[in-house]
């Protein structure tokens, strides 16, 4: 399986002819969903779910599918059935990538506002993608979608966060916030947690690729 990141919070994966796409949204690379087979949203904020672009896609390509939480399923009900809802514990097929579903609210945004939903995306048993969430899956993570800064994280939660669910190697997400000084920080910090932890934890550049699985 290949991993390619394509802004912020978007990942492709890729294997034989098969295309997964997860949380293309406004800080997304434009072309993030092009040739895509399904697509996974983890949540309805603007900068994980771009509902114009998708529909686009999904409109050039009659075949094009969408996993997802409830609201974000909601807001393409008109869809019909290529739009298929979600939630914690659910194992699903898309595309041929076998997905098993974890976690059922976003971090907290503000004290006195219950969180939305949000759902996590473990496909293959490979590639863990939480959205805006720290879930840790009850099954082993090999690849981490890591969150590297948001609204509603500090730096302790991202080590705390990789000490929990001690994945092999460690990819950074949720980046597009951060200038260059905020990146240095960031992946300094990244660093230290993948040395604490003997593992591979890095922040790729919006293009790079990675192969996982591989022999």
């Known amino acids: ?39 996974l949203i983890t949540h309805e904020h603007f900068d994980h779910f771009n509902p114009d672009v998708l529909r686009k896609a999904m409109a ?14 909601e807001n393409l009900a008109d869809l019909g059935s290529r739009v298929h809802q979600v939630g914690h514990g659910d194992a699903v097929t898309a595309a041929g990538f076998e997905i098993h579903v974890y976690g059922e609210d976003h971090e907290i945004l503000h004290p006195d506002v219950p969180p939305i939903p949000n759902v996590g995306f473990l496909v293959d048993g490979e590639v863990f993608h939480p959205g805006d969430a720290l879930t840790v899956p009850s099954e082993p993570v090999p690849t981490l ?19 929990a669910v001690r994945p092999e190697r460690a990819f950074v997400i949720h980046d597009g916030l951060l200038n260059d000084n905020g990146l240095m920080v960031m992946e300094t910090h990244v660093a230290n947690a993948g040395k604490e932890a003997g593992k591979d934890f890095r922040r790729l550049t919006p293009g790079d690729s990675v192969e996982l699985g591989a022999a």
């Open 60 to 73: 050039d390509d009659p075949l094009l599918e969408v996993w997802t939480s409830r609201v974000v399923a």
């Open 145 to 163: 979608c890591l969150p590297g800064n948001a609204p509603w994280m500090k730096v302790p939660e991202l080590y705390e966060y990789a000490r």
């Open 1 to 39: 399986m290949r991993l390619t990141k394509f802004g912020h919070a978007c990942v492709r994966l890729e294997k034989d002819d098969r295309t997964l796409v997860i949380d293309p949204g406004a800080f997304s690379e434009s072309t993030a969903l092009t040739g895509a087979d399904a697509v």
